[in-house]
């Protein structure tokens, strides 16, 4: 919402003022509240953990997030920025002036441009830290997403250690604390696959959790070309998912893919469009 959203702002006339972002936002948040209201879908039984599982996994919780949280938030504006950090920054300035072509131009996707451009229109400034957050931020939640799909595809305690791995991981850490994509990049990408991993499972709701996993997965895209990495095990999944459905309901599920499919390609060509035709 927030890639797609400053995305389709930037390439309004003139700069970029807060007023339009707060507005835009608004009017998103009340549809969305609004769209919640009107479908009112009541979740399926949901068999809860016994006791001795709800402390292993409040247990698991809090060491994953304490963890992953110490190594990406602590200290985080301790330098300044540097390197693609800077020229992500300066870009997003470019686009609240008005200068769209500053996405254009940009090699590695939008939102690296357009997540410090958020902030930096409704605050009028930034600082590194501010900058840093919002991926930070991503980082940590990409650990419970990983803990989430490898629960879906192997057990808890499997997803776990993926994700205490991933949390104390340098590489994952040093991106985690950095104005750049990969945070963002695996973060949509275990989503997307976790959407499709939970339909193999329960089978309830799937044109939703489609269309999640096919805006995130776009998302990811919007970030960096990196996120194809994750086209090759979504394709599998897909692939036994509808292996599974027969008649009718592999009908269903395949105008449900289309319906997501169609939804991703929309959020992709908003910005792919106009940067495959931009002369540079």
């Known amino acids: 919402v927030l890639t797609i959203g400053m995305l389709l702002l930037s390439y309004l006339p003139g700069g970029l003022v807060r007023w339009q972002v707060l507005l835009f936002y608004d009017v998103a948040i009340a549809g969305l509240l609004a769209l919640l209201w009107w479908r009112r879908d009541e979740p399926g039984p949901i068999t809860p953990p016994d006791r001795a599982d709800r402390r292993w996994l409040i247990a698991g919780a809090i060491v994953l997030g304490v963890a992953g949280s110490l190594l990406r938030f602590t200290n985080l504006g301790y330098a300044e920025f540097h390197g693609d950090e800077a020229r992500a920054v300066l870009r997003a300035s470019a686009v609240i002036q008005g200068h769209e072509e500053a996405l254009l131009i940009h090699r590695k996707g939008p939102v690296e441009i357009l997540v410090p451009a958020a902030g930096l229109v409704l605050a009028g400034q930034i600082d590194e830290a501010s900058a840093r957050l919002p991926f930070a931020l991503a980082g940590v939640a990409a650990l419970f997403a990983l803990w989430a799909l490898g629960w879906r595809l192997l057990s808890v305690q499997a997803g776990w250690i993926a994700a205490l791995l991933m949390a104390v991981g340098g590489y994952f850490v040093a991106f985690g604390r950095f104005v750049q994509y990969q945070s963002v990049v695996v973060l949509t990408t275990s989503v997307a696959l976790l959407m499709v991993a939970a339909l193999l499972q329960t089978r309830g709701w799937p044109r939703r959790r489609l ?24 394709l599998f999944l897909l692939g036994v998912l509808l292996h599974a459905e027969t008649g ?18 929309a959020a992709l060509a908003i910005y792919y469009v106009p940067f495959i035709r931009n002369p540079a």
Not at 217 to 223: D, E, I, K, N, V
Not at 248 to 265: E, F, H, N, S
């Open 211 to 234: 269309l999640i996993a096919s805006l995130c997965f776009a998302t990811g895209l919007l970030a960096h070309y990196d996120a194809l990495a994750a086209l090759p095990p979504l």
């Open 248 to 265: 009718i309901a592999r009908r269903a599920r395949l105008l449900d893919l289309v319906v997501a499919l169609a939804a991703g390609l």
